[in-house]
């Protein structure tokens, strides 16, 4: 399973060096445009963070106005995984995927197509090369990682994503086990 998820990675790494992406934070509508996809914000109902819908003419990305920026980016990102990684539905809806540290119950996980498309997003939007390369850049500052949650936060706001998603992005990459 471990080249499987390698793939996921290699398909963010070559989709970001097509289009030249190299600096954060990763600009996803644009590459959304680039791949031919309309992103539209609309304050959606309950739950509801975003819809993907392809017919053989468009495809539109639906994305809930209402949610964070952080959220916002993320569900691009994530709906942009369902196009390249799985053969889209013409409608695919996502209710709210947490991003938060898995429980008993969360990891038990039942739908492996939301995984991928969570570690598509997660790849994407902090490429293990540049997280690893502004960590680096954190931890020479002599941070502590426990205490160091303004460092964090800061780092997240760089890659616009959340600090939980960039706390489960660093975990997945193993670059917090030396900080354990």
Known sequence: MTNYWSQIENKTKQILADMGISETPIPIEMIAKNLNVHVSYEPFDGELSGVLYKDKEDTIIGVNSSHP????????????????????????????????????????????????????????????????????????????????????????????????????RLSKLGILDNFS
């Open 69 to 168: 920026l952080t959220r916002q980016r993320f569900t691009i990102a994530h709906e942009i995984g369902h196009l390249i990684l799985h053969e889209p539905d013409p409608v695919h809806i996502d209710k709210n995927f947490r991003l938060h540290f898995r429980n008993e119950v969360s990891s038990q996980a039942t739908d492996f197509r939301e995984i991928e498309a969570n570690a598509f997003a997660a790849a994407i939007l902090m490429p293990a090369n540049l997280l690893s390369s502004k960590f680096d850049d954190v931890i020479r500052e002599g941070i502590d990682i426990d205490s160091g949650t303004d460092q964090i936060s800061s780092l997240a706001r760089e890659f616009q994503v959340s600090s939980q998603a960039l706390m489960i």
